[in-house]
T-cell receptor, first 113, second 114 residues
């Protein structure tokens, strides 16, 4: 079936570096995307979202980029901190699926100081 | 503003038993979705309820069921538990008035089937 996937299962960076986490999606009907952060023992935490009529959205230290041509989504974290260490998931919402989200497998971000 | 509350946090059940998990959404949110998270399959959508009606359903057997009450609280039930049902069960709430709205997750219920 169609699903969201991630390019790398793990990413290790140094504190202060910028991090880029990538995600590929295959459902062309998806028109809403969310990035979540999940820390050990906790539920996913909403980071930022983007709709298909946009190609970029910025939040506090985070930027999401959407390239619909190649069905690619990325999350950029500026000045990565140890507290950013977690598993990051991208999720897509096909327009016909209500609020159901299809999640990728996740990328584990490790930040060393 | 209180977040999404799931109870219990941890649960141990025996194969063949049934279990009921509870989710209280954020105040004002009318949509509740349930997800199963396992190391092998990741996060998978179970079903979604909006205004007491199941609006969407994932690809899970009929042993998995749910309901939503008039106050938007939701329960999910798993009957005839199998070892493979061991997972973190997550509930997400959203305003749900239209599609494509932010969904906020609870801490989850860790179910272990022995």
């Amino acid at each position: 079936g169609e699903s969201v996937g991630l390019h790398l299962p793990t990413l290790s960076v140094q504190e202060g570096d910028n991090s880029i986490i990538n995600c590929a999606y295959s459902n062309s009907a998806s028109d809403y995307f969310i990035w979540y952060k999940q820390e050990s023992g906790k539920g996913p935490q909403f980071i930022i979202d983007i709709r298909s009529n946009m190609d970029k959205r910025q939040g506090q230290r985070v930027t999401v980029l959407l390239n619909k041509t190649v069905k690619h989504l990325s999350l950029q974290i500026a000045a990565t901190q140890p507290g950013d260490s977690a598993v990051y998931f991208c999720a897509e919402n096909p327009s016909q699926a209500g609020t159901a989200l299809i999640f990728g497998k996740g990328t584990t971000l490790s930040v060393s100081s | 503003k209180a977040g999404v509350t799931q109870t219990p946090r941890y649960l141990i059940k025996t194969r063949g038993q049934q279990v009921t998990l509870s989710c209280s959404p954020i105040s004002g949110h009318r949509s509740v979705s349930w997800y199963q998270q396992t190391p092998g399959q990741g996060l998978q959508f179970l079903f979604e309820y909006f205004s007491e009606t199941q609006r969407n359903k994932g690809n899970f057997p009929g042993r998995f069921s749910g309901r939503q009450f008039s106050n938007s609280r939701s329960e999910m039930n798993v009957s005839t538990l199998e070892l493979g049902d061991s997972a973190l069960y997550l509930c997400a709430s959203s305003k749900g008035q239209t599609v494509n709205t932010e969904a906020f997750f609870g801490q989850g219920t860790r179910l272990t089937v022995v």
